[in-house]
């Protein structure tokens, strides 16, 4: 993996970004900062600054939304495939995000990425703390970063602060304690989509919550969608649509440790997905020997499982 600890501007991420993002490339516009002229002009069609432009690029690279186009010694962007899916302003499933199912689907499109390491990454597929001090994250992630990393880069504490404390505002809501001991929310939380995740929780002073649960408001078909990334992902190797329990729950980029899904909660998604699929996904648990398995038509269908999710949504 490259490391790739900066280019957010420490902004973390917002909702309306994405949309702003792919609709601006499409309409032509551009997000490379390093031209003048098109800087200026995606302040101005964007209505943010210089900065928050550079935000916003990274956070649709980060993503998926959008994609680098590199030509020969220029560096351009374009709308993907995923980001027309969800964000495009005349056929997008969800342009604005007002549905559960499209915020899990981001957390899972940021996180299944083994080429850049960031602090989210690292700590969606990488680190075991369910209950931890930010410095024990800061840390360990500064101790990983030599074994983690493939290019030849300096990163000193501040660089690795700064990453974190973007992560932690991008996935926690914060409680603000008034004079009279009441709490209300901050307004700052609503900024993030991602904190609706209730991925992390700010518990004050420094320490953080992320159990391991449930997830009761993860749709079915988002994790099968992600299941069935990863099984794929595994497959360029295998050639064999099967993975284990154990890999589906623990391994890195997996379902299980990207939505903190406890032993018992990623039981009861296989049961459910066994059921709506008529077990084209499948498992077995016999004998100690627990091993999931996909049928090899729904590996080629994975934008016909969104469709499901976006049609039901569609229909209350």
């Known amino acids: 993996m490259k490391a790739k600890f900066t280019g957010h501007d420490t902004f973390s991420f917002r909702y309306g970004w994405n949309y702003k993002a792919v609709n601006h490339l499409n309409s032509g516009g551009k997000l490379q900062t390093s031209n003048d002229q098109k800087t200026q002009e995606a302040i101005i069609e964007l209505g943010v600054g210089k900065n928050m432009v550079n935000a916003i690029k990274y956070w649709a690279e980060a993503t998926s939304a959008i994609k680098i186009i590199r030509q020969q010694s220029a560096v351009d962007h374009e709308s993907s495939t995923t980001g027309l899916y969800i964000f495009d302003e005349n056929s997008g499933k969800d342009p604005y995000l007002e549905h559960i199912g499209s915020i899990w689907l981001i957390h899972f499109w940021l996180n299944f990425n083994d080429k850049e390491l960031t602090a989210y990454r690292y700590f969606f597929n990488y680190f075991n703390g369910e209950h931890f001090e930010k410095s024990v994250l800061i840390s360990n992630l500064s101790d990983d970063i030599s074994k983690l990393v493939s290019n030849d880069v300096m990163l ?24 009279t001991e009441t709490k209300t929310l901050d307004e700052e939380q609503f900024n993030s989509p991602l904190a609706e995740l209730n991925l992390v929780k700010d518990n004050g002073r420094g320490f953080f919550i992320s159990d391991l649960n449930e997830k009761q408001d993860l749709p079915i078909d988002i994790f099968m969608y992600a299941l069935i990334k990863f099984i794929e992902k595994e497959a360029s190797i295998s050639k064999v649509f099967k993975v284990s329990f154990d890999s589906l729950l623990k391994d890195r980029y997996s379902p299980g440790r990207i939505f903190r899904l406890s032993e018992k909660g990623l039981g009861l998604k296989l049961d459910e997905a066994q059921q709506v699929t008529s077990e084209k996904i499948s498992w077995v648990d016999s004998l100690g020997l627990r091993q999931i398995t996909v049928d090899e038509t729904l590996i ?11 049609k039901a949504v569609a229909n209350g």
């Open 300 to 310: 080629h269908g994975t934008e016909n499982i969104l469709d499901n999710y976006y």
């Open 156 to 179: 000193n504490d501040s660089t690795i602060k700064k990453d974190i404390d973007v992560f932690l505002n991008t996935y926690c809501k914060k409680n603000k304690s008034l004079k």
